[in-house]
C-alpha cells in the first residue's frame, strides 16, 4: 500500500512555475521525504529530499510544512525536457514508488 | 562512475525459457534493489539487499524468480519458467543511503 498520494498528471507551459504536492499523512518522525524523475525508457533519477521546512538545489525546491503531512516540489519556469513522471517517496526500509504524477509541458 | 550497470538492456525470449538479468552497482553502495515497471502496476519493488543480504523478498512474485548477490559487486535476478506476463522493464538500484537511489537503464523483457 502506497503511503503517498499525488495527482496523476499536470500539464504545463514553457516558462511556467510547477508545483506538485504530495500528501503522506503516516508519515514516521525519522522519515525522509524524497522525489526522483522518471523519463521514458530510463531509470527513476533523484531529484531532491528534504526532511523539514524549505530544500532548493539547482534543479527544485521542496517545501514542507511544520507538520509534514505533505510536501511540494517546485520547478522553476519548466522547459520541454521536464516532461516527465514525478515521484514522491516517503523513506522507511523498503521503498516504494506510488504512481507518480506525470507532467506534460507544452511549448 | 560509470553509474549502476544492467545487462542485456533487451532480452526477448519465448515462453519457459531461464532468463536472467545483471547488475553491478556503484562501487561502495551497500544497498541493492530489484523493481519491475509495467503500465498497469507502475514500479513495484521485488526485492532488497543489504551488504549482500536479501532483507526483504516480498514483492516477488513467485517461485519463479529468484534473485542474488554474491559479492558486493553483482547481482541476479532470474525468473525460470519465464512467462508473458513477466514482459516488463527490471530496474536494479543501489544505494549508500536507503532514501537516495541510483538506478540502472533497466532491462527490457519480453517474454513471447
Known amino acids: 500500500l502506497a503511503k503517498t498520494t499525488q495527482p496523476i498528471s499536470m500539464d504545463s507551459y514553457e516558462g511556467q512555475e510547477v508545483n506538485i504536492t504530495c500528501s503522506h499523512n503516516n508519515i514516521a518522525t525519522n522519515d525522509y521525504i524524497t522525489w526522483y524523475q522518471q523519463f521514458p525508457s530510463q531509470g527513476p533519477r533523484f531529484i531532491i529530499q528534504?526532511?523539514?521546512t524549505k530544500v532548493t538545489n539547482e534543479v527544485a525546491s521542496l517545501f514542507i510544512p511544520a507538520d509534514r503531512k505533505s510536501s511540494t516540489l517546485s520547478l522553476p519556469r519548466v522547459s520541454l525536457s521536464d516532461t516527465a513522471v514525478y515521484y514522491c517517496l516517503v523513506a522507511d526500509d523498503k521503498l516504494i514508488f506510488g504512481t507518480g504524477t506525470r507532467l506534460q509541458v507544452f511549448p | 562512475d560509470a553509474g549502476v550497470i544492467q545487462s542485456p538492456r533487451h532480452e526477448v525470449t519465448e515462453m519457459g525459457q531461464e532468463v536472467t538479468l545483471r547488475c553491478k552497482p556503484i562501487s561502495g553502495h551497500n544497498s541493492l534493489f530489484w523493481y519491475r515497471q509495467t503500465m498497469m502496476r507502475g514500479l513495484e519493488l521485488l526485492i532488497y539487499f543489504n551488504n549482500n543480504v536479501p532483507i526483504d523478498d516480498s514483492g516477488m512474485p513467485e517461485d519463479r524468480f529468484s534473485a542474488k548477490m554474491p559479492n558486493a559487486s553483482f547481482s541476479t535476478l532470474k525468473i525460470q519458467p519465464s512467462e508473458p506476463r513477466d514482459s516488463a522493464v527490471y530496474f536494479c538500484?543501489?544505494?549508500?543511503?536507503?532514501?537516495?537511489?541510483?538506478f540502472g537503464s533497466g532491462t527490457q523483457l519480453s517474454v513471447l
Open positions: 528534504g526532511y523539514k
Open positions: 538500484a543501489s544505494s549508500y543511503r536507503v532514501e537516495k537511489l541510483f
